[in-house]
């Protein structure tokens, strides 16, 4: 029962350039998260927007949240080599539900 | 220095037995999920616990078996009846209420099944 699908799949840019990802969903949610994964690791909380935010910033993260389109997107600004990573977003349901995971984008960032 | 472990980061085994996964937590989070994750793909949840000594199936719970006999561990069990366990199996755990929260995750597991 997948909810979100991230976009593009897989994203190549270079070091310093902005990377922008986004999240489309089904059905209602209370709140939307973005999780980074580095290889063979476990996932990291980055940001949680609500339902009722639009947009949220984190050091170079900056999320939107557009509800009537069931989407998001996260941009990661001047983007460092260390950002190579797997980014998932993840919606929350809207009383005592579990969170639903996305396949994920791939960014890699080429030095 | 609160966080959540996973135990071992490697593991094989044979088909056909079991083999159960470690995962402690010392966040005083009540709530606490296993997933699983296969190569260059998303999460897929197996079971999940909201409080000690209940559990529910997630997405995946066929050939798994999970207990909650206490507050800060949910071991997972892979079971000979799962057909392709070899993947990284992914613990979390977080606040749980009414609305949704982030989840803390371990390191993760890479169970090998040859």
């Known amino acids: 029962s997948q909810q979100g699908e ?50 949220k910033h984190s050091g170079r993260l900056r999320v939107t949240l557009d509800t009537s389109k069931k989407s998001s997107s996260l941009l990661i600004t001047a983007s460092r ?11 929350g349901g809207t009383s005592y539900d579990k969170v639903i995971f996305g396949p994920g984008t791939s960014l890699s960032v080429i030095p | 220095d609160g966080g959540i472990t996973q135990s071992p980061k490697y593991l094989f085994r ?51 078996s999970v207990s909650r006999e ?13 057909k392709n366990p070899t993947a990284f199996y992914l613990c979390a755990s977080s606040i749980w209420g009414q609305n949704s929260y982030e989840q803390y995750f371990g390191p993760g597991t890479r169970l090998t099944v040859t």
């Open chain 2, 70 to 82: 206490k507050k800060e561990s949910f071991p997972l069990t892979v079971t000979s009846a799962q």
């Open chain 1, 81 to 91: 080599a260390a950002d190579t990573a797997s980014y998932f977003c993840a919606t």
């Open chain 1, 6 to 55: 991230e976009d593009p799949q897989a994203l190549s840019i270079q070091e310093g350039e902005n990377a922008t990802m986004n999240c489309s969903y089904k059905t209602s949610i209370n709140n939307l998260q973005w999780y980074r994964q580095n290889s063979g690791r476990g996932l990291v909380h980055l940001i949680l927007i609500r339902s009722n935010e639009r947009e």
């Open chain 2, 14 to 64: 044979k088909e056909g037995q079991n083999v159960t996964l470690s995962c402690e937590q010392n966040l005083n989070h009540d709530a606490m999920y296993w997933y699983r994750q296969d190569p260059g793909q998303g999460l897929r949840l197996i079971y999940y616990s909201q409080i000690v000594n209940d559990f529910q199936k997630g997405d995946i719970a066929e050939g798994y």
